[in-house]
């Protein structure tokens, strides 16, 4: 970082400009790996049989020879594979995905309108995960080595080892089919005039299933991460001269242990996003939520290549986003780190 | 390390031997499946939707078709261990020889491999999987692929970071000065003292590959013609309302396996690191 000369200015300046540092930085180091999942696209592209015009014909039930090949001129098929590549670079540049075959819609409009529902759906997902995670670790640690630490840790074994699509099977067949307290899936309900706070609800009680099932798993991995985080902050010896001094383990625990166990999961959050949004395509396959995972599995069961590779290019552009954003709040948080 | 102090801490380490008492039944299950069940476990074999322990003859009753539950976990067993092996071997030697390359050479070989690692960090690893699956066609082979290409990048991660450490030691000096060529020094010399914690890593990696594998078998882009645990899964969900267990009764064969092999592996971990374990 560059030498600030106005050190004594405003803090929200000072902080201001070191945000800027990181912001730029990051990005210098996301145009390399945006430009490698191009490249691995168009080549992925190439590699799979048959073009995009193949697809296009076989959806409308064929063509004869001369509009085959006017389509091909027309999308610059005919070209060399480098002229391709600097096609598709343009244009992936201009987040022109070109169009979807299933939906005849342009892809981006197709994935920003599914957009919502995921992002919706992880973000409650997260929210439960991060909290319960958290409650349970420090539960965990605070009682290391007992019955009960014992009783959580191979809980979250037992939890890791579930299969997230089959637990939200079980659980519909629970909460939605025996017992019926809780509809069985889709985002809410269809053809409702339900508006306001109705309609909230509707979507809320539309979403407690799917959430448990995608978010049970990052329970267990948040729980042993906060769990393993308190341990080694507890062996530190701040901690030792905070038990000396005669505070009380309450006071400890989340006084002094906590905050400092909980930073590095802040990062964990960032770095599990794109496993979460991995994770959604299933899920939401199972629910009948109209996210861009459900998006993705019908695109794959339709040979929709170019439409899923524009979710490849999406999704890791909203990972590095929100790694992005996950690193100011964690440079905000804890100002030891100088944008490294 | 010491060999005798880790063998005697992984023995009495119950969890770890629950975990491996349970892996030796599914591998023995998926080892003698032709010999229980010599026919295809997809054939119809007798009355649809017999509830287990109905009829000794299906002691997990049978699915809506009427084919024999037992016969399709057991032979399901064969997939999921063959997928689950295999891609996690795979993705293990990609990252060691990425992380390895990268560890032993730096400089821009290191910046070069690093900025291919953080690629694939960056996409999503299931869809990645969806659009590799897509190319290459379902099927068995194409899902352990899959899966393996999309997860490599811990095990280089970790082999880099050793690397990094190990070559600063002096035996990797002293067989320089012998004349030794890089590639001896990589795989004799430093890769052999790196193999632990990559080996440690490999359970977790061997227990995320079946649980992968599952989830695309139930999507439906495995080998239809091969009984998976996904596809039985997904073969109950048409029934679930009258006959949950078909759906049920694979999803348990799923976590039993995984939460075997993550015992295994926390054994590993615990006796690898004694102070660093549970206090």
New interface residues.
């Given amino acids: 970082m560059s030498a600030s000369p106005d050190r004594g200015g405003r803090a929200a300046d000072f902080f201001a400009g070191r945000a800027f540092v990181l912001i730029r930085r990051r990005l210098a180091q996301a145009l390399p790996v945006v430009l490698l999942i191009l490249v691995g696209n168009f080549v992925l592209l190439k590699l799979a049989p048959g073009d995009a015009v193949d697809a296009y014909i076989a959806t409308v039930g064929g063509g004869d020879i001369g509009v085959v090949s006017r389509l091909r001129a027309e999308y610059g098929l005919d070209q060399p594979a480098i002229v391709q590549l600097g096609l598709y670079l343009w244009k992936a540049i201009r987040l022109d995905l070109g169009q979807a075959v299933l939906y005849g819609q342009p892809v981006l409009t197709l994935i920003l309108e599914r957009l919502p529902n995921t992002l919706l759906l992880m973000l409650s997902a997260v929210s439960l995960a991060f909290g319960l995670g958290v409650a349970l670790g420090v539960a965990a640690a605070r009682r290391a080595g007992r019955p009960e630490d014992t009783a959580i840790v191979t809980l979250g074994l037992i939890v890791y080892a579930t299969p997230g699509f089959w637990l939200g099977l079980m659980l519909i067949v629970i909460f939605s089919v025996k017992l019926a307290w809780l509809p069985l899936s889709g985002i809410e309900t269809i053809a409702s005039t339900l508006t306001g706070w109705e309609r909230v609800l509707d979507i809320a009680r539309h979403l407690v299933l799917p959430t448990l099932s995608l978010a049970l798993v990052y329970v267990a991995i948040y729980m042993r991460l906060m769990r393993a985080g308190m341990l080694e902050v507890y062996g530190l010896d701040f901690i030792r001269t905070a038990k000396a001094k005669g505070l009380t383990d309450d006071r400890i625990a989340y006084r002094h242990v906590l905050p400092n166990a909980i930073l590095p999961m802040v990062t964990m959050l960032g770095l599990q996003f794109g496993t979460l949004l991995g994770g959604s395509v299933v899920i939401e396959s199972v629910f009948s939520i109209p996210g861009i995972g459900r998006l993705a599995f019908e695109s794959v069961v339709s040979r929709d290549l170019n439409t899923l590779l524009g979710i490849v290019f999406m999704s890791a552009l909203l990972v590095i986003t929100v790694n992005l954003i996950v690193d100011l709040l964690y440079a905000q948080l804890d100002p030891r780190i100088e944008s490294a | 390390m010491n060999e005798r102090g880790f063998k005697q801490r992984f023995a009495t380490n119950r969890?770890a031997l629950a975990g491996l008492a349970i892996l030796g039944v599914v591998v023995l299950a998926a080892i003698v499946a032709p010999l229980l069940f010599p026919g295809d476990p997809l054939d119809i074999v007798g009355r649809p939707l017999t509830e287990p322990f109905e009829y000794w003859r299906f002691p997990l009753g049978t699915d809506r078709l009427g084919r024999d539950m037992l016969a399709g976990l057991v032979h399901g067993a064969r997939a999921s261990l063959f997928v689950g092996l295999v891609a996690a071997g795979g993705a293990i030697l990609i990252g060691i020889l990425v992380g390895a390359v990268a560890g032993y050479f730096g400089g821009w070989t290191d910046e070069a491999l690093m900025?291919?690692t953080?690629?694939f960090?960056?996409?999503?690893?299931?869809?990645?999987?969806?659009?590799?699956?897509?190319?290459m066609g379902p099927g068995v082979v194409s899902v352990a692929i899959a899966i393996a290409l999309v997860s490599w990048t811990g095990p280089a991660r970790i082999t880099r970071a050793e690397f990094l450490s190990l070559k600063q030691r002096e035996f990797v000096a002293a067989s320089r000065v012998l004349g030794n060529g890089h590639g001896y020094i990589i795989f004799r010399e430093i890769l052999p003292n790196a193999l632990a914690p990559i080996i440690v890593l490999g359970s977790v990696i061997v227990?995320a590959a079946i649980?992968i594998e599952?989830?695309l078998s139930?999507?439906?882009?495995s080998d239809p013609n091969v009984a998976t645990w996904?596809q039985m899964?997904a073969n109950?969900?048409a029934v679930?309302?009258s006959a949950?267990y078909v759906?049920?009764i694979p999803?348990f064969a799923?976590?039993?396996?995984?939460?075997a092999v993550?015992?295994v592996g926390?054994g590993l971990t615990d006796a690898a690191n004694p102070r660093t374990g549970?206090?």
């Fill in positions: 969890g900025r291919l953080e690629t960090q960056t996409v999503p690893g299931f869809i990645l999987a969806l659009a590799l699956i897509a190319v227990a649980l599952s989830a139930y999507l439906g882009l996904g899964i109950g969900r679930f309302r949950w759906s049920a999803g799923i976590l039993l396996t995984v939460l993550s015992l926390e549970r206090r």
